[in-house]
Each structure stands twice: as structure tokens, then as C-alpha cells.
């Protein structure tokens, strides 16, 4: 599977910005799909994930209310839409998707299978 990210850029505080992240190759086998971000000098920390089929969702208390995870099925394709942005959510913002079978927890980077390669998000004050 093969992970496109895409939708970073520089926003003010208290904007919006939609992620995009284009899966190809096994997508038939995607069960989970989900976002990771890494802030300068930190460790990658669970942003939001959520089951293909779409039933199931999970934030992370810090974007919880802001941000929202999505897919469409039918262009395989994962959005995270963020809004009223904070500084604190300047990072590279990494999509993730497990195949086959639920992983873990799902909050942790060991819980997935592929990475894309990451888009900036920077948030200026």
C-alpha cells in the first residue's frame, strides 16, 4: 500500500486546513486508517483514527472537537479537517492505515502497517 499525503501548509491561529492522504496498491485490505503528527524535537503522537467502514471514530483529547477523520471509500482517499488551529498543532502530520486485522490499540505507531510520507502543518500566532 502506497500513502500520498497532501493539504499542509501555513495557517494563522483559529484557521482551518483539510489533509488529504490518497491510499493505492491493497486497499482492499485497509481496516483502519489514521493520523499521527511529530512536533519539532518530540516523539510521533496519535492524532485520530478510524475504522474503514467508517463506524468507528477516535481523537486525541488535545484535537478532540476540532479536528475530524473521514474517508471515501470510493477514491480510497483519508482527510483529516482541522479547525480552529492552535500553534501547538505545528507539526509533520503522517496518515496510517492497518491492513488485514485490527492491531493494537490503534493509538500507538506500532498499531499500523504504512506510512505516508508526511505533510507540514504550521501554525503561526
Known amino acids: 500500500v502506497q500513502l500520498q499525503a497532501s493539504g499542509g501548509g501555513l495557517v494563522q491561529a483559529g484557521g482551518s486546513l483539510r489533509l488529504s492522504c490518497a491510499a493505492s496498491?491493497?486497499?482492499?485490505?485497509?481496516?483502519?486508517m489514521g493520523w499521527f503528527r511529530q512536533a519539532p524535537g518530540k516523539e510521533r503522537a496519535f492524532v485520530a483514527s478510524g475504522s474503514w467502514s467508517g463506524v468507528s471514530t477516535y481523537y486525541a483529547d488535545s484535537v478532540k472537537g476540532r479536528f475530524t477523520i473521514s474517508r471515501d471509500n470510493a477514491k480510497n482517499t483519508v482527510y483529516l479537517q482541522m479547525n480552529s488551529l492552535k500553534p501547538e498543532d505545528t507539526a509533520v502530520y503522517y496518515c496510517v492505515v492497518n491492513l488485514n486485522y485490527y492491531r493494537g490499540s490503534g493509538y500507538d505507531p506500532g498499531d499500523y502497517d504504512y506510512w505516508g510520507q508526511g505533510t507540514q502543518v504550521t501554525v503561526s500566532s
Open positions: 496498491g491493497r486497499t482492499f485490505s485497509i481496516v483502519r
